[in-house]
Nanobody, 123 residues
Framework: QLQLVESGGDLVQPGGSLRLSCAVSGSTFNYWTISWFRQAPGKEREGVSC????????RYADSVQGRFTISSDDVENMVYLQMNSLKPEDTGIYYC????????????????WGQGTRVTVSS
């Protein structure tokens, strides 16, 4: 059974940075696609970024392109989301999720989900 645990969420001022972490246990993710999703209060969950475990291909939502960077550490089975130049609209609960699909397109459904970590961008 694959387990995902997110961490790193916090309260940060606009323009600040955070790095979210997702610890993956129960399997190596070389053949999976891992994505970060977020859900803002009162809004639907949306895909933020994904990384394909087999070749490191990455993709980003237009709203975070150029500000967020997804990366993975295959030895430690970790996936990270570096978030820079944060805006109030980046506020939400951030989830990492894994799919067996080879397509890095942030389209649900996903097979496994973490419990989420809260990010609040506010002055």
């Amino acid at each position: 059974q694959l387990q995902l645990v997110e961490s790193g969420g916090d309260l940060v001022q606009p323009g600040g940075s955070l790095r979210l972490s997702c610890a993956v246990s129960g399997s190596t993710f070389n053949y999976w696609t891992i994505s970060w999703f977020r859900q803002a209060p009162g809004k639907e969950r949306e895909g933020v970024s994904c990384i394909r475990g087999s070749n490191g291909y990455t993709r980003y939502a237009d709203s975070v392109q150029g500000r967020f960077t997804i990366s993975s550490d295959d030895v430690e089975n970790m996936v990270y989301l570096q978030m820079n130049s944060l805006k109030p609209e980046d506020t939400g609960i951030y989830y990492c999720a894994v799919t067996m699909s080879p397509f890095c397109d942030m389209k649900e459904p996903y097979n496994y989900w973490g419990q989420g970590t809260r990010v609040t961008v506010s002055s």
